[in-house]
């Protein structure tokens, strides 16, 4: 592969990683003697199909010029950086090249704003047209739109691409004008609702039409950038409960404010990215998607921040213990899954097992309940030696926490409590 293209890689795979739409950055691995192949670090990341497989891709930009000049970017127009641009046959020829030799499985492609959000929305949709109709690229493709672009060129992209993105970046347009004056949330959210009806049309024409195009068939996402702003976890996970409420995204992303930027008065003063800040918030936001959360329940006026020293499911238990103990044997699937150390997977098991005779307290373990993180809000109770647990109603949330956090240290992970009856 020519020097030249493998430079242009090196530096627009560097300015892509700061995109938390993919799971992971790749690994470098040389060849050892008497070893086959090696992996190459540059530009490939790991992501998660809708069936759980992790593929992985290659993740760049297309240029990191940029005519904006917003504060928390790297690749903002006021920085002093290596700036450089693929050509369309440049990018289809890398894509192609990674795959043939199994490095990828697809394709992740953004791009800093050249001249016009429509001047760069046509290359990047010409580059996957190219792909795809050109040379019959079969490969996952993820195509960041880019906000301001026309609708044309919107529904081109969705022709090609798997799945389209727009990101809104900070939780408020207050906090976006301050910190992207060039921006704006209706760059955003005109775009999305338009993916959205186009998606909702194309499954209606699919429905009547089996010879329709697939428009966008993984949907859309979206990232909020997570410390660069002041807003408090409450309002980023009520804008991400409206998202997936409002224009139906399948995702969004949440990404650790790293300052690369030097001083800006406009930024916090971090040491370090706030990444257990993001954890939580995948969390919260898991609960919302999957075990039937609300944002309001998560966190409200009194409690406006996730709990950095335990899950957002445990801190919910902690503040709720009118709702315990839940009962498995006779409690539905729903009051199941509130239930700390019992999972979409273990619910169900508890739902089957049950119809067959009455769940005992040791069967729990089989069915894949983490019991000693359940124990204090379940019945059947559970026992160490002769003497049963106290459910958090009897103990308190004080006293449950506590052991938690002493046992999860105690046991270097796992979650020991000793709140019996007795002493």
Known sequence: MRDALMKKLAILAESAKYDASCASSGVGRSNARGGIGNAARLGVCHSFTADGRCISLLKVLYSNHCRYDCAYCVNRRSNDLPRTAFTVEELTELTLEFYRRNYIEGLFLSSGVLVSPDHTMERLVRVVKNLRVTHGFNGYIHLKSIPGAARELVYAAGLYADRLSVNIEIPSETNLR???????????????????????????????????????????????????????????????????????????????????????????????????????????????????????????????????????????????????????NTDDYLRLLRVPGIGLISARRIVLARRHGRLEAGQLGKLGVAVNRAAHFILPRQHKGSAPFLTIREAGPERVRRAILSGQSAMRGEYQLSLPIKG
């Open 178 to 328: 301050r910190l992207a004056p060039e921006k704006n949330y209706e760059s955003v959210y005109a775009p999305m609702r338009y993916i959205h009806e186009r998606l909702r049309e194309n499954r209606e024409e699919r429905g009547k039409f089996r010879s329709a195009p697939v428009f966008a068939p993984a949907g859309q996402s979206t990232q909020v950038i997570v410390g660069a702003s002041d807003e408090r976890d409450r309002d980023i996970l009520r804008l991400s409960s409206l998202l997936y409420k409002g224009p139906g995204l399948k995702r969004v992303f949440y990404s650790a404010f790293v300052p690369v930027n030097g001083h800006d008065s406009r930024l916090p003063a971090l040491q370090s990215a706030p990444l257990r800040r993001e954890n939580r918030l995948y969390q919260a936001d898991w609960l919302m998607r999957l075990y039937h959360f609300e944002a309001a329940e998560l966190l409200d006026e009194a409690a406006p921040d996730l709990d950095m020293d335990v899950d957002p499911k445990l801190a919910w238990a902690l503040r709720h213990p009118e709702f315990f103990p839940v009962d498995l």
